[in-house]
């Protein structure tokens, strides 16, 4: 009886480490199905986020040329600043707004 289990564990082992060719199908369906879920959402939250980045950049931005055109301001010269390196491609919005302030907190 001892000899019959042995056997039988040993199948069972075998089919662990090299599973047969329906399981292996099975193996590879669900890493594609997960692989394909992941990369689904992944994009969803990509896109989401890049379009409520550029909703607030073009908020900052109607900010920054309400600012520029109000000559009342204090702070109209920083603005002016900012959106002309930005508008003329001198530098990237968040570059221009960084090398501004460094301007006008020297002065």
């Not at 600012?67 to 603005?79: A, H, T, W």
């Not at 919005?93 to 020297?106: D, P, R």
């Amino acid at each position: 009886m001892s000899i019959i289990n042995e056997l039988l564990f040993l199948d069972i082992e075998s089919n662990i480490l090299i599973p047969r060719s329906e399981r292996l199908i099975n193996h590879l369906l669900v890493v594609f199905v997960f692989s394909l879920a992941f990369i689904a959402v992944a994009e969803v939250m990509y896109w989401l986020h890049k379009k409520e980045y550029l909703r607030a950049k073009a908020k900052y931005l109607r900010e920054l040329i309400d600012q520029k055109n109000d000559l009342s301001s204090s702070n109209e010269p920083f603005y002016t600043c900012v959106y002309e390196k930005w508008n003329s491609g001198e530098m990237p919005l968040t570059e221009a707004n960084t090398m501004c302030s460094l301007k006008f907190e020297q002065n």
